[in-house]
């Protein structure tokens, strides 16, 4: 059961036409009272032919135009509206019920507390099986205005009790850190327009994938203007950007001038101070281009990053700094994969947003490492070989999943859902991205006794999971990854151990898939040298006792080892 408490209003008359009338899309029958406050001594406008509306609007009013009669400061923003909806699954409420249930809403919200007789006036109007609608003005019998602060939280509170007592289903408690909903006008607005989603929603992704492209705020506006966002700023005398609205082009009022939408509105944390502390926490040494030629691609890099989430999460304000960070991460890799794996990116990144904020504070520095891989993503023109962007899918599953748990772990319901949403839409990229990678790898199997010296491999590294490893469609495709690992240097069972290590099995639905992409991303880099390492090891110790000699004043001949010297100087 939602109850969404509107903004205050100043017209009684003009909301009770509303609520009386059929509605935008002739959706309002049979409107009428089922609740009221216990002086009502008007009849109902629904039920009685003869009495108006204006009669109506003018009885509810009567503790307004009193008080402004005797203050000298009118009361403009008298009306309380709160509709109250039951979720489309729920059963039939009877007007009884509807009664009783708004009778313990106007209570929670401080409208009329139980057992005051001078509170405020209200009534309740059903035109709907499935909701109601609360109506009050908010000046009580003596004149005194009732204390809202907070309804919103009690309303929330109490919306929940409802429903286990009514037998409804049971909603999530809210937090305060969720984005505003789009309100009926402005979902109608969209409809009649064409648009896929009300201009809120359009704006909240246009302004998420701004962020890893810039690195101060003035990158951000300018992103957003030159992404045809219309943005209006606020500036101190100095210049300095101190805020900023934004707005859809063509979504206009009736005056025809641009509707703007200050960002903290939009969503708690895209405000232009949360903006610029993450933004300020990623600010590079130089250009994410100037990078393009390093070894380690900015696929691998971000998978390097991903890999020591689970161990940044000891620490709450860490752990939200990283799930924010992790947000921005999914957002770049959506804007930059191919055209197949676009879409359920798109959709893991917009249901993420919900678990990137939290009641919890961030340490935004924390997660430099993620939004650091996230800028480089966007800054690079070439696109990514397919194991790399496999392996990097992978991770984020493996990343999404470990940020569910934490969130789960705090209680956050709301985020937890999210997190798991955003895990399904993963998942099936991470399939469409290794489906190529799998289907070349099929095709050239190690020989049968390769593969069973491979399954021993297996059986050896990792007992726990062996069978269902050996038994998963993709066990072949592993079986050649590990090959050809071995083939550059690597020790199969020494890499299984450590992807295993990397991440748990348990819950993996396809674990040779698993250690495919954690497998490929791991051998890419060369097999360490044991005569090289022992070599390097002998020059360091060679070169840090001469320095020593040095120091006591003694210079020793080049063909004399450290070995022969120290024992000269025992003799």
């Known amino acids: 059961m939602i109850a969404a408490i509107k903004p205050a209003g100043s017209n009684t008359r003009g909301l009770l036409a509303y609520l009386y009338g059929p509605g935008d899309h002739d959706e309002h029958l049979d409107p009428h009272i089922v609740a009221a406050f216990a002086m009502l001594g008007m009849p109902d406008p629904g039920r009685d032919e003869n009495a108006t509306l204006t009669e109506l609007a003018r009885y509810l009013d009567e503790p307004v135009h009193l008080r402004n009669s005797e203050f000298g ?6 009306v309380w509206h709160c509709p109250v909806r039951a979720a489309p699954e729920d059963r039939y409420l009877s007007d009884a019920e509807w009664g009783e249930i708004a009778q313990r809403i106007v209570q929670a919200a401080g409208i009329a507390p139980a057992g005051y007789d001078l509170a405020c006036r209200w009534i309740a109007v059903r035109h709907a099986d499935d909701h109601i609608h609360i109506l009050a003005t908010t000046v009580r019998e003596d004149g005194r205005r009732p204390k809202l602060h907070g309804s919103g939280v009690r309303v929330g509170d109490s919306c929940r009790e409802i429903e286990k007592d009514y037998g409804l289903r049971q909603l999530k408690k809210g937090d305060g850190t969720g984005s505003r909903r789009p309100t009926q006008a402005e979902m109608h607005k969209a409809e009649r327009l064409g648009w896929d989603q009300p201009s809120p929603e359009w704006l909240q992704d246009r302004i998420r994938a701004a ?103 000891a620490e709450d304000t860490h752990a939200q700094a990283h799930i924010t960070a992790l947000g921005e991460l999914i957002e770049a890799t959506a804007q930059t994969a191919p055209a197949p794996l676009r879409a359920e990116l798109q959709a893991a990144s917009q249901a993420f947003a919900r678990a990137q904020r939290s009641q919890v504070r961030a340490e935004d520095r924390a997660a430099h490492a993620l939004r650091s891989a996230a800028r480089d993503i966007v800054h690079t023109a070439t696109g990514s070989d397919g194991s790399a962007l496999a392996a990097l899918v992978a991770a984020l599953v493996w990343a999404t999943i470990v940020a569910a748990r934490w969130h789960e772990a705090k209680n956050h319901a709301h985020q937890a859902d999210a997190a798991r949403q955003a895990v399904q839409h993963l998942q099936t990229a991470a399939d469409r991205a290794l489906a190529p990678t799998l289907t070349e790898l099929t095709a050239r199997p190690p020989r049968d006794q390769a593969r069973r010296v491979l399954a021993s491999d297996v059986r050896a590294a990792v007992p726990g999971y062996a069978e269902r490893i050996l038994a998963d469609p993709a066990w072949p495709a592993l079986a050649t990854v590990l090959a050809d690992a071995e083939a550059h240097g690597h020790q ?22 698993v250690l495919i992409t954690r497998i490929q991303h791991t051998a890419r880099n060369p097999a360490p040298n044991r005569r090289a390492e022992a070599a390097r090891r002998r020059s360091t110790l060679t070169a840090s006792v001469r320095v020593q000699q040095t120091h006591d004043g003694q210079l020793p001949s080049a063909t004399t080892t450290p070995t022969e010297q120290q024992r000269r100087q025992r003799r």
């Open 492 to 513: 199969p069972h020494q890499l299984l151990r450590e992807a295993a290590a990397q991440r748990e099995l348990t819950t993996a639905r396809q674990p040779a898939r």
């Open 211 to 313: 962020i890893p492209h810039a690195t101060n705020a003035e990158e951000f506006i300018a992103y957003l203007e030159a992404g045809g966002v219309e943005v209006q700023v606020r500036r101190g005398p100095s210049g300095d950007l101190l805020g900023y609205a934004a707005g859809r082009p063509g979504d206009v009022n009736e005056a025809g001038e641009q509707i703007y939408h200050p960002g903290s509105k939009i969503s708690p944390d895209l405000s232009l101070p949360k903006i610029k502390a993450r933004l300020e926490s990623s600010r590079p040494e130089e250009h994410p281009t100037a990078r393009r030629n390093h070894p380690s691609t900015p696929w691998h890099q971000a998978t390097d990053a991903l890999d020591t989430l689970h161990t940044d999460l």
């Open 73 to 78: 400061k009118p009361v403009t923003d008298h």
